[in-house]
């Protein structure tokens, strides 16, 4: 199992940037992919951005691509999230997650993700 705690959410203007970071601990060599999903209040968890952890291969849904940059140190076991230009409608607790699985363009992410932290809190004000 994989320990994965969150951090860098606040509050920010619509128009500014955060950058999330995940630290991960325990079996992180059984870990083959890592992402951020994200839960409005409600509304369901949604899929943000996900990366193969031993490539570089990423990817994001539609409507954060071009603001958001998912990225990773495999030295430091950090997962990160730079958004830019946020938006009121970006406001969401972001998690982050670990799956055992490489990820594909056919990949379901809802599906793939085995380890999960407790969120951050993102709000982004108009």
């Known amino acids: 199992q994989v320990q994965l705690v969150e951090s860098g959410g606040g509050f920010v203007q619509a128009g500014g940037s955060l950058r999330l970071s995940c630290a991960a601990s325990?079996?992180?060599?059984?870990?083959?992919?890592m992402g951020w999903f994200r839960q409005a209040p409600g509304k369901e968890r949604d899929f943000v951005a996900a990366?193969?952890?031993?490539?570089?291969?990423?990817f994001y849904i539609n409507y954060v691509k071009g603001r958001f940059t998912i990225s990773r140190d495999t030295a430091k076991n950090t997962l990160y999230l730079q958004m830019d230009n946020l938006k009121p409608e970006d406001t969401a607790v972001y998690y982050c997650?670990?799956?055992?699985?490489?990820?594909?363009?056919?990949?379901?992410?809802?599906?793939?993700?085995?380890?999960w932290g407790r969120g951050t809190q993102v709000t982004v004000s108009s």
């Open positions: 997650a670990a799956g055992r699985s490489s990820l594909g363009p056919q990949t379901d992410m809802f599906k793939v993700f085995d380890d």
């Open positions: 990366i193969n952890w031993k490539g570089v291969r990423t």
């Open positions: 325990g079996r992180t060599d059984e870990t083959y992919a």
